[in-house]
C-alpha cells in the first residue's frame, strides 16, 4: 500500500507527466530545465507553477487513502474509500485526457460549458503511467478488500491490468474507428451515411448471378472464405489421415510442413504463383504449348488467390485436425469393429462424427484466415475485389474516405462473428470426449483402401506442390531476373545484406538491414511481454471464478476476429493525439503486435493448464505460498512448452505480419514486411524474395532452436497444440 | 502483500517506453517520400552528406502519405513530402495540411514548375513531370499477333479485349490523370464514350498506378496505360518494352513537394526544399532509372527519355481537375456510368 502510494507520488512529482519529444532514455530532459521547464516537469512542478490546473485533484486522490490511517477506518471502510479514490483517479485522468488535447477542449461542448482555454497539453508520459498505475491498485486492492475472489489482490490486479489494457488498446480504437463510419465528412453523426454506405450496390451486387457484370465485395468475401474454408478443412483432414491412419511414418515430415506457412512473409506464395501460373508462367507456357492454346490470365482473381489462400491455411488446418484425429479413442474403433462393422462403417458413423469439433474449428479458422487475408488478393486478385483490400484501399486510395474503409470494416467485423457464432451453434453442447482417465491405450486403425488410396494421392500432389513453389522461392533469390533471366547471381543479396568495412570496423551498407534489425528489435519486444499478458489472461480464465468471466474472454478473444487492416487504421485514428502520443514510434508496433498476438498466447495457455491439475495450486496455497507465487513458482515452470510455444509464434508472426504494420511504420521505425511491400511494388523481385528467404532461414532457426529447448526438458512440443483449441 | 507485484506493471511498460526513444542528434528531418525507393534513398542520403541533418525517410505511394499527413493533422510528425504525382500534393494545399514557401530558386525552375505552385498558392511547388501514355510487351503482343497501337482510339479497337491494363482512377493517381485527360481530350461526352469502350478491353483494373506496366514487362500483360517515364524505366531495366506516346496528344503530371504546416524541424524542411530544387541535385535522378523530365532548367535530362517538347500535350487544367469537388464528379461519373458495365 505505501509501496504504491510511493510509486504514485514518484510519478506525480519527480518523472516528466507528458511525453518527452526525444524520449526519456535519453536523458536530456535532465539537463535541459528540468524540473521547472514546462516540457520536461512533472505534475507538482506544473502545479506550481500555475500551469495544467485540471491535474491539481489528482494529488488529493492520492494521499486521501491516508485518511483511513489517520481516522483507523475498519478493513470495510478502508477498502471503500480505496475504491472511491481509485474511480475517482482514473476517471478523472480520463475525462482531463480525453477533454483537454493539443488545441485546448477536445469537445466544443466542453467549450461552450467552461469557456475557453488557452492550454494545451501533449500525450501522457511516464508520470502519468505511474500515477494510472498507482490508482489502479487503489481500485483493486480496494475490490479484494471487499471480498472479490477470496480477496486476493494480485488475482483482482491482474484481472484489473487486463481489463485496463485490453480497453486502452483494443476497445478505444476500435470504437473511435467505427465511429467514423457514423460520421459524414463534417463530422456530423448521421445513421443515414451508414446506411447509404453500407447497403450500397458495390457491396451487394449480385451482377455476377444476373448475368455479366461483377458482384459485390461482400458476396466476393463470403463466397471466397467459405470455399476457402471448405478447402483446407478437406485438405487438412486428408493429411491428418494420412499422418496417423496410414501406418505411413510420415508424420514428422507433415508436422515439419506446417510451420511453413507461419513463416513465409506475406506476398511470397503470391509471386511464386504467378511465376508458375500466370500470363508467362512457366506452366502455363508449358501446357499452351503441348496443347497449343493461347495463354490466358486465367490465375487472376478467384482461382488465383484461393490457390495461395489454400497453401498459406492448409497447414493451419492439418494442424487442427491432426490434434482431433489422435485423440479420437481407438478404443471405439475397436469396440465397433468388435461389433462387426466394416472399416468403412467404422469410419462413417465412428470416426468422422468424433471430429466434428475439428472440422468446425479447421474451417473456422480457414474461413478467418482467408477473410483477414490481404497479401494474396493484393498479388493475385485482378478484378476479384475483396473487403480486406477495399478496406486499404478505402483509406490510401485516392478517395481517401475512413468512414467508408469503417463501414467495410462493419461488414468483415459481422462475417467473422458470425462464423463464431454458427460454429458454437454446430457444435452445441454434445460431448466428444473420448479419452478418459489413463488406462486407455491401443493403436488407431488403419483406414479403409476407400478413403486411403484417394488420400495418399492428394496428399502426395499436395506436398509435391507446396515442395515446388517453396523451391522456387529460394531459387529465385538467386537469379538475375526471375522468368526473364535465369543467370544465376549473388546481387540481390549483395544489395539487401552487404557488409563492409570502414575505419570503425563493420559496416552495414545493405539497404535491407535497417528494416531488419528493426523488425528483430521489435520482435523480441513484443514476443515476451505477447507470452505474459496471455499466459496471465490464460490463469485467470482457467483457474479463477469472477464476474463477467465470460464478457472478459470474449474481449481478450476479439482482437483475433478484427482484420489487421482494421486494427493498423484505428490505432493511426486513436493513438495521433494525446492522451496516448504513439504513432512513429517503435512502442506502437510492439503493442499492435501484443494485442494482435495474445489470442493465441491465451489459447496456448488454456490448452496447458487445463492439463496441469488443480491439486497443485491448492497444495501449494495451503502450505501457506501467495498466489503470485503459487503462480511464478508452481504454475509458469511447468507451463514452460506453452510459454515458448507463445514466445516463438509471437516472435515469428511479428516478422511477418503486414496489415496492420502497413499503417503504423514510420521512417525510425520500418519493418522488413513493408520493405518488401515496397520492393514488390518497384517489380524488384529479386530482392524481395532474397529479403523473404532471409527471413524464413532466420525464423526456421528459432523455431528449430525453441524445438530443441523443448525437447531437451522432455516435455514434448506443445506447438502444434497451442493452436488447434479455438 | 508481495514486493514482485509491481515489477508485472513496470517492466511492461518501462519496455515499451524504452522502444519510444529516438535517438537524439541537433538538427533533422522527417522526410516523407512518394517516389521509388532507390531514388527517395538517394535523396536522403545526399541531403544527409550535404547538410549534416540527419533524415528519417518513409516511403509510401502519394495517396497513403496523404492519408498519414491528414490524420497526423492534429500533430504532424512529418517535415517535408517530396515526390508523387501532383494531385494529392494539392489537395493537401486544399485542405490546409501545408505550409506556404517562397524558395529562392524559384528562377531557375521552368514554368509549369512555377504555375504548380502558384494554383495552390505556393504551399507545393512542381520538382518533375512526365507525360501519359502507354507502353507494350513487343513479345507478348506478336504471339498474340496484334498491330502495333499508336493512338488512344487504337486500344478501343475489338482486337485488343483482354490485352489492355490500366489503374483504377478511385485508387490510382495516375488512372485518375488517364480520366482527367481523355475529358479534356474528347470532351467530357465523347471522353465518357472512350471509356466504356475502352472499358470492354481492359482485362484488370489494378490498385496502383504503375502496376500495368510492370505486369507488361513480366509478360503479364500486353498493353499498359502509364506515365511513359515508367515504362521507359522498365525498358531500361531490359523488359521488352516499347513506349508509345498516343497520337491525339497526351496529359501530363507534375511531381509536388510540400512542407507540411506545423512540422517539427521547418528549418530543415526549408533547406531541402531549396536543395531539391538544384540543377545539380535534380539531374542525379538519372543514377536511379527516373526519367521524368526535372523542374530546374539546368538538370541533365537522360537520351532514354520522352521528349516533351516533341509530345502533342494537352493544356492540362490543374486547377479544375486537381479539385476535390471535380474528382469526385468524374469518378463517381465513372463507377456510375463505367465500371458497372459488362466487359
Redesign the interface.
Known amino acids: 500500500m505505501l509501496l504504491w502510494l510511493s510509486v504514485g507520488i514518484v510519478g506525480f512529482c519527480l518523472l516528466p507527466w507528458y511525453v518527452l519529444e526525444d524520449g526519456l532514455w535519453s536523458f536530456e530532459w535532465l539537463f535541459d530545465g528540468y524540473p521547472f521547464n514546462t516540457d520536461y516537469a512533472p505534475a507538482a512542478f506544473l502545479l506550481t507553477q500555475g500551469e495544467k490546473l485540471w491535474l491539481s485533484p489528482i494529488p488529493l486522490f492520492l494521499l486521501f487513502p491516508l485518511v483511513s490511517q489517520v481516522f483507523k477506518h475498519s478493513t470495510a471502510q478502508r477498502s471503500n474509500v480505496l475504491i472511491m479514490v481509485g474511480v475517482a483517479g482514473i476517471a478523472w485522468m480520463v475525462m482531463q485526457g480525453l477533454g483537454i488535447g493539443l488545441r485546448g477542449w477536445n469537445f466544443e461542448a466542453l467549450g461552450q460549458l467552461f469557456g475557453p482555454l488557452e492550454a494545451r497539453q501533449f500525450g501522457m508520459g511516464f508520470g502519468a503511467l505511474f500515477v494510472f498505475a498507482t490508482f489502479l491498485f487503489f481500485l483493486s486492492t480496494g475490490i479484494a478488500g471487499r471480498g472479490a475472489v477470496n480477496g486476493d489482490v494480485f488475482v483482482v490486479g491482474a484481472i484489473g491490468l487486463v481489463i485496463a489494457v485490453v480497453t486502452v488498446f483494443i476497445f478505444f480504437p476500435i470504437v473511435q474507428m467505427l465511429s467514423s463510419a457514423v460520421r459524414d465528412n463534417d463530422g456530423v453523426y448521421s445513421l443515414t451515411i451508414f446506411a447509404e454506405k453500407f447497403f450500397q450496390n458495390k457491396f451487394w451486387g449480385l451482377g455476377c448471378i444476373q448475368g455479366g457484370t461483377r458482384c459485390g465485395v461482400a458476396w466476393n468475401s463470403l463466397f471466397l472464405a467459405v470455399l476457402v474454408g471448405f478447402l483446407t478443412t478437406l485438405l487438412g483432414l486428408v493429411f491428418a489421415l494420412v499422418a496417423t491412419r496410414s501406418g505411413l511414418k510420415r508424420g514428422n515430415f507433415l508436422r515439419a510442413m506446417t510451420v511453413l506457412p507461419i513463416i513465409t512473409p506475406p506476398f511470397v506464395i503470391g509471386l511464386a504463383i504467378i511465376l508458375l501460373f500466370g500470363l508467362s508462367g512457366s506452366v502455363t507456357k508449358l501446357v499452351a504449348d503441348v496443347l497449343d492454346l493461347q495463354p490466358t490470365r486465367w490465375v487472376y482473381g478467384l482461382p488465383g488467390i484461393v490457390i495461395a489462400q489454400l497453401l498459406s491455411f492448409t497447414p493451419i488446418a492439418f494442424l487442427v485436425m491432426i490434434g482431433v484425429v489422435e485423440g479420437v479413442s481407438p478404443a471405439m474403433e475397436e469396440a465397433a469393429q468388435t461389433l462387426r462393422a466394416s472399416r468403412w462403417q467404422t469410419f462413417k458413423t465412428v470416426t468422422l462424427p468424433l471430429i466434428r469439433p475439428g472440422l468446425a474449428n479447421a474451417f473456422l479458422l480457414g474461413f478467418i484466415e482467408s477473410m483477414a487475408d490481404f497479401g494474396n488478393p493484393l498479388v493475385l486478385g485482378g478484378n476479384y475485389d475483396v473487403l480486406s483490400t477495399e478496406i486499404f484501399f478505402a483509406i490510401v486510395g485516392a478517395q481517401n474516405d475512413q468512414g467508408m474503409a469503417a463501414v467495410l470494416a462493419i461488414a468483415l467485423l459481422i462475417f467473422t462473428l458470425s462464423a463464431f457464432y454458427v460454429q458454437r451453434r454446430w457444435l452445441g453442447k454434445k460431448s466428444y470426449t473420448t479419452k478418459t482417465g489413463k488406462g486407455d491405450s491401443g493403436m488407431h486403425v488403419t483406414m479403409p483402401k476407400r478413403v486411403l488410396l484417394p488420400c495418399y494421392l492428394v496428399a502426395a500432389v499436395w506436398t509435391l506442390f507446396t515442395a515446388t513453389v517453396y523451391g522456387m522461392i529460394l531459387y529465385g533469390g538467386f537469379v538475375e531476373m526471375w522468368g526473364l533471366n535465369n543467370t544465376l547471381t549473388f546481387k540481390h543479396y549483395i544489395t539487401a545484406f552487404g557488409v563492409g568495412f570502414n575505419e570503425f570496423g563493420i559496416h552495414f551498407k545493405g539497404s535491407a538491414w535497417d528494416s531488419f534489425f528493426t523488425t528483430l528489435k521489435i520482435a523480441a519486444t513484443a514476443a515476451p511481454l505477447t507470452a505474459m499478458l496471455g499466459l496471465l489472461t490464460a490463469w485467470l480464465l482457467v483457474r479463477q471464478n469472477f464476474a463477467g468471466k465470460n464478457a472478459f474472454e470474449f474481449g481478450t478473444m476479439l482482437s483475433f476476429a478484427i482484420p489487421g487492416t482494421v486494427i493498423g487504421v484505428s490505432y493511426i485514428l486513436a493513438f495521433n493525439v494525446p492522451p496516448l502520443e504513439l504513432t512513429g514510434t517503435g512502442a506502437i508496433l510492439v503493442i499492435s503486435f501484443i494485442f494482435r498476438n495474445m489470442p493465441v498466447g491465451v489459447r496456448a495457455g488454456i490448452a496447458s493448464m487445463s492439463q496441469l491439475d488443480k491439486s497443485l495450486d491448492e497444495a501449494s496455497l495451503t502450505l501457506g505460498a501467495s498466489t503470485w507465487k503459487t503462480f511464478t513458482r508452481i504454475i509458469l515452470p511447468l507451463m514452460r512448452p506453452a510459454i515458448l510455444a507463445a514466445l516463438v509464434f509471437s516472435f515469428v508472426r511479428a516478422m511477418t505480419a503486414i496489415s496492420a504494420v502497413i499503417f503504423l511504420v514510420s521512417a525510425e521505425y520500418n519493418m522488413a514486411t513493408s520493405y518488401i511491400i515496397g520492393r514488390v511494388e518497384n517489380n524488384d523481385y529479386g530482392i524481395a524474395i532474397a529479403y523473404s528467404s532471409v527471413l524464413i532461414v532466420v525464423m526456421l532457426a528459432v523455431v528449430a532452436l525453441m524445438q530443441f529447448l523443448v525437447n531437451r526438458n522432455g516435455q514434448g512440443s506443445r506447438f502444434a497444440q497451442s493452436r488447434t483449441n479455438w | ?6 515489477l ?3 517492466v ?2 518501462l ?10 542528434s541537433a538538427e533533422k528531418l ?3 517520400c512518394s517516389a ?2 532507390e531514388w527517395c ?1 538517394l535523396m536522403a542520403t545526399g541531403f544527409e552528406e550535404a547538410t549534416g541533418i540527419k533524415v ?6 502519394s ?2 502519405t ?3 499527413i ?3 493533422a ?2 504532424p ?1 512529418g517535415d517535408i513530402w517530396w515526390g508523387g504525382t501532383g ?2 500534393h494539392l489537395q493537401a494545399a486544399e485542405e490546409g495540411l501545408s505550409e506556404e514557401y517562397l524558395s529562392p530558386l524559384r528562377d531557375e525552375q521552368h514554368d509549369w514548375a512555377i504555375k504548380q505552385a502558384e494554383s495552390a498558392g505556393n504551399q507545393t511547388i512542381g520538382i518533375y513531370s512526365g507525360a501519359l501514355g502507354y507502353g507494350y510487351n513487343e513479345e ?1 503482343l506478336k504471339s ?1 499477333n496484334l498491330p502495333v497501337p499508336e493512338c488512344w482510339k487504337d486500344l478501343t479497337k475489338a482486337e485488343y479485349k ?1 490485352h489492355v491494363q490500366m489503374a ?6 495516375t488512372a ?1 490523370t488517364t480520366l482527367a485527360t481523355i475529358v479534356q481530350l474528347f470532351g467530357e461526352d465523347e471522353g465518357f464514350e472512350f471509356m466504356k469502350a475502352l472499358h470492354k478491353n481492359i ?3 489494378t ?2 498506378g504503375s ?1 500495368p506496366i ?1 505486369a507488361a ?5 500486353t498493353i499498359g496505360i502509364v506515365f511513359m517515364h515508367d515504362a521507359v524505366a ?1 525498358a531500361v ?3 521488352p518494352i516499347k513506349v508509345v506516346a498516343p497520337c491525339e496528344g497526351t496529359g501530363y503530371e507534375i511531381g509536388g513537394m510540400t512542407i507540411i504546416k506545423d512540422g ?1 524541424n521547418p528549418d530543415s524542411a526549408r533547406k531541402f526544399y531549396d536543395w531539391a530544387l538544384t540543377a545539380d541535385v535534380q539531374s542525379r535522378a538519372l543514377e536511379v532509372d527516373s526519367f521524368q523530365v526535372m523542374s530546374n532548367k539546368a538538370a541533365k535530362s537522360s537520351p532514354m527519355a520522352p521528349d516533351l517538347d516533341s509530345i502533342k500535350l494537352i493544356d492540362y487544367d490543374f486547377a479544375k481537375y486537381g479539385s476535390s469537388d471535380e ?1 469526385k464528379r468524374l ?1 463517381k461519373k465513372w ?1 456510375d456510368e463505367v465500371s ?3 466487359q
Not at chain 2, 168 to 173: A, E, F, I, L, R
Open positions: 502483500m508481495s514486493k514482485k507485484q509491481p508485472l506493471l513496470l511492461s511498460g519496455l515499451i517506453a524504452a522502444l519510444s526513444a529516438p535517438v537524439h522527417t522526410y516523407y521509388q525507393e534513398q528519417s525517410m518513409t516511403r509510401k505511394s495517396g497513403e496523404l492519408a498519414q491528414k490524420a497526423e492534429s500533430n510528425k494531385d494529392p507478348v498474340n483482354g483504377n482512377p478511385n485508387s490510382s493517381g485518375y482485362n484488370q483494373y490498385k496502383s502496376a510492370k514487362a513480366r509478360g503479364e500483360n522498365q531495366a531490359g523488359f517539427r474528382r469518378l463507377d458497372v458495365l459488362p
